[in-house]
């Protein structure tokens, strides 16, 4: 996870270069476009990623006999 926030952060340089190079017409905005694109997957990577990665400890937590609620939460709807 940690190449990929690096990877995030890179793209994220690189779309604002792009910004910055279209804002003074050295590049057309379909670069800029292609940048926000590939930074836009990248994030979204990184988050499908975190998502994984919940979703297998809640599995893990389950799978060893542990409930999703704790016994606060159960004394809270039993009342």
């Given at each position: 996870?940690?190449?990929?926030?690096?990877?995030?952060?890179?793209?994220?340089?690189?779309?604002?270069?792009?910004?910055?190079?279209?804002?003074?017409?050295?590049t057309?905005?379909?670069?800029?476009?292609?940048?926000?694109?590939?930074?836009?997957?990248?994030?979204?990577?990184?988050?499908?990623?975190?998502?994984?990665?919940?979703?297998?400890?809640?599995?893990?937590?389950?799978?060893?006999?542990?409930?999703?609620?704790?016994?606060?939460?159960k004394?809270r709807q039993?009342?």
């Open positions: 996870m940690e190449i990929q926030q690096k990877q995030v952060e890179a793209l994220r340089n690189y779309a604002h270069i792009a910004r910055m190079r279209y804002d003074n017409g050295y057309s905005y379909i670069e800029v476009l292609d940048a926000e694109r590939n930074l836009f997957n990248a994030e979204l990577s990184v988050i499908q990623t975190k998502t994984a990665l919940i979703k297998s400890i809640i599995a893990l937590y389950k799978s060893m006999g542990g409930e999703w609620f704790s016994s606060y939460d004394q039993d009342n």
